[in-house]
RNA sequence: CGGGGCGUAGCUCAGCUUGGUUAGAGCGUCGCGUUUGGGACGCGAAGGCCGGACGUUCGAAUCGUCUCGCCCCGACCA
């Protein structure tokens, strides 16, 4: 089998190194620092991306535009996803999708637009959209009598659609999933996390009874859970929203939250339980086995590319991305280092990439006519989980250095020489240590960034300074939230039952939840 | 939508205060050669409606007004 596993479009707007000066007396190998700054912590390790921690915000747009991940495009507000950034969605869309179908969902197509009276239909739903709507008023030359939306969420045409379909108990559930873009008129952008046209999964689902409906809301959410941190190797907090928080429309909405590393909790996927309000609103009825004419219960569900941004803030570094293995569209990226009159190491890498691949791992082979050390540095900024080496050392002793993305320079743990014979169990092994060890630090990071109080000036002080999930004890009164709010742009994140009796953190009133404050993006 | 910053070569920027010949640098790109285990080096070459519009002026990258876009910080959201 001979697959295309060399790269071909070299094009990379990243390659600029630093000046002359800057780089002599650097070490030539590998087990030192580079570039030797080490009076200047505050360096940028690779140039044009600078230090994670001094400035996340700018860090991570260096990242998603280094990375080729995104680019600006004319357009205000929205991005371009460039192929690897498509390809680190489609990761997303492939895990995500096979757990839908195991779940017994289905994949349709709704349209884009929406006439307005569909959308108006549901009183707290427009109201809650109306900001961030995109209207289409003309076409072909002539003014719409009735405007159309462009979706920003498809409620209102699934509802249309699922009235038609269902006439009796039998036709129940419909359980379906759509991938689509959407678009809400947003005023500040930022790759990712919030762009004016997004792409997501939006799941609607139509149940006989309350419960079922509930139930198929949990399983979502347990299966969004189940994803961010087994896939993503991104912990969360699961669970439901405060009323204040709630989908515009929604019965009760549930949410999976992550925590930024610059304190701020990201939503990274919605679950909601409708109730009958969309029934109502679309008249969505069915003939129960009773014989009764009742509404459905509806859920919608959903999680967009917003959660790509949640993973590479959680889990990059100074050098750039570091993908969690089952995410990345590479697993592993092979390096030949060839010497003049002996290139036998791109033939040695060419031979083990087609093993590799025929042993069902995604690999490229990077036989570009450029220093192995520029390499390296590229495909550390697109975060590749490990990197195999082949010079003319192996290809005499039949070995390999595999190298792990989520270790730094100098830690002997970073890279490993192995017999090619066994390159498969050693990649296996290595790809499955780098998945848990980037889930550990995340999880780490979580825990030790939730911090429980009872104490009420601590709570606010906490959630002022963006400590991390705050846990209190919670009133879960619409009022209090909005004074916490105000006085330090936290909201809850998500609750949880409450054990015994407390009184709440923030107001002194009989506590009815615990739950997590943040302030969020 | 408020507050702040920035748009000059593919990228990062200098030049602008005090308008004046062909607008510069580093990196990248292209060609040739030497190199290649953490961002190589030499020689040669190409590359710019100075974000856009209007204005002031004999003359605008430079001054003024407007506009578009991007970044950061807030308010709203996934």
Redesign the pocket.
Known sequence: MRVNLAITAPKC????????AM?QG?????G?T?PVMSDEPAQAV???IPPKAAD???W??AVCLKAELVS?SPV???VVLRPYGFALWEKLQQHLDARFKQTGHENAYFPLFIPANLLQREAEHVE?FA??VAWVTRGGGEELTEPLAIRPTSEAIIGVMYAKWIQSYRDLPILINQWANVV?W??????F????E?LWQEGHTAHASAEEARKETLTILDLYRDFAENVAGVPVYAGPKSAGER??GAVETF?IEALMPDGKAL?SG?SHDLGQNFAKAYDIKFVDSDSAIKFVHTTSW?V???MLGGLIMVHGDD?GLRLPPKMAPLEAVLIP????NDDRAVAACQATAERLAAAGFRVRLDAR??????K???W??RGVPV?I???????ESGTA?L?RRDRQ?GDPE?RRSVALRDVESNLRELLDDVAASLYRDAKRFLDEHTIATSDRAEFFELCRNRAGMVDIAWCNRPECEAHV?AAT?ATSRVLRPLEGSAVCTACGEPAQVRAYFAQ??
């Open positions: 707007d990243c390659k600029a190194r630093y000046p002359r780089r650097s070490p030539r190998f590998v030192e580079w690779v140039k044009e996340l915000s700018a991570y747009t600006y205000r507000g929205c809650g900001p961030e809400r947003e005023k500040a952008t930022r790759p996390l919030r762009t004016m997004f989908f515009p949410a939503q919605t959903g967009s590319w917003r050098r280092i060839v010497r003049t006519d450029e220093q192995p050390g520029w390296y540095s590229e550390d900024v990197r080496e082949i010079g003319p050392r192996d290809v250095v190298v320079k970073q709010k742009t969020s993006y």
